[in-house]
């Protein structure tokens, strides 16, 4: 009994050295955008000219296609094929190393790739909008990490921003079926797939199954939308909420040094009643008429709205 006590706590003292980093552990420190940019362009580049998808099915459907999209490599019986780079659009963002909590004071350009498959026949949501979609998501190899058998609804700003901003140049279905098995669908989807740089995804963050720095790649099906989606029902549609006119409205805070002064947590307009901080909820200080317009009082008539001046 001795002889197991002791092999016990032999193992016991092994497992507490191996896991103790102690002072001369190396921490590595976050890459810079502009190093990282340069590498997911040339990966997602060579993956667009080596790899197709099913334009054929999309283009002369068979019986039951469920209209979703196939990505596959151009060789063997598929050498004839055309590459996706010959088929895909993009999208250039900037991107700054402060949106990840880096110091180095970078603003990079990065470029997205997205193919529409399928249009769709409805309107397009902003990139602030409530979406219905469905969405599945993989690394470049292929390794799948997420994936939506069925529609969900997602606040287009809780989402990577890229993925975002690529949502917006899609449109919805026409209309909502009710099938015999009492499950419904939604006709002439927007269907699709985009290719985001790690900069316009997680970066130097790590989600389950997707590494740091890696580039993504996602098949979506955009059903419906809410039009004009007010997310914190202060009467103006958080697209408007974007000032600075960047397509992101996470990064427009009117009041953030007031928050920060009552130690408040820090809520971009999108997500604030109360838009300046004065006390007064945003949607008593606009005015907003029987068809939807708004209008922005500015009684100190010093060019700031009155919702935006705490002066007022």
């Avoid at 590595?28 to 998808?53: G, T």
Wanted: aromatic share 10%; proline share 6%.
């Amino acid at each position: 009994m001795r002889r197991v006590i002791l092999v016990m706590m032999l193992f016991i003292f092994i497992v507490a050295c191996n896991n103790d980093d102690g002072p001369d552990a190396i921490s590595v420190p976050p890459r810079q955008l502009s190093e990282v940019v340069v590498e997911d362009a040339a990966e997602i580049q060579a993956y667009l000219e080596s790899h197709f998808y099913n334009y054929e099915d999309f283009a002369s459907p068979p019986v039951d296609f469920d209209y979703a999209v196939v990505l596959d490599t151009i060789a063997g019986a598929n050498s004839d094929k055309i590459a996706l780079i010959n088929q895909v659009e993009s999208l250039t963002i900037q991107v700054s190393s402060e949106d990840f909590g880096l110091d180095d004071n970078e603003t990079i350009e990065h470029t997205l790739y997205y193919l529409v498959a399928r249009e769709g026949m409805g309107e397009s949501p902003t990139a602030a909008d409530s979406t219905f979609v469905k969405y599945e998501g993989s690394l470049l190899s292929g390794s799948l990490f997420d994936a939506t058998p069925t529609y969900t609804w997602q606040y287009l700003p809780f989402f990577l921003r890229g993925y975002s901003q690529v949502i917006a140049n899609f449109k919805v279905g026409d209309n909502i079926v009710v099938n015999p098995d009492g499950t419904t669908s939604i006709t002439n989807s927007g269907v699709g797939v985009m290719f985001l740089p790690s900069g316009l995804a997680y970066f130097n963050g790590s989600q389950n199954g997707i590494p740091s720095y890696s580039p993504l790649i996602f098949k979506i099906d955009v059903g419906l939308y809410v039009p004009d989606t007010d997310y914190d029902d202060d009467g103006i549609p958080s697209i408007m909420e974007d000032l600075n006119g960047d397509g992101d409205v996470t990064n427009d805070n009117t009041d953030v040094a007031q928050e920060q002064a009552i130690r408040s947590p820090a809520f971009p307009n999108h997500l604030d009643p109360d838009d300046d901080e004065d006390g007064i909820l945003t949607k008593d200080e606009i005015i907003v008429d029987s068809e939807g317009n708004i209008t922005f009082p500015d009684d100190d008539n010093d060019g700031i709205p009155n919702y935006l001046d705490r002066d007022n």
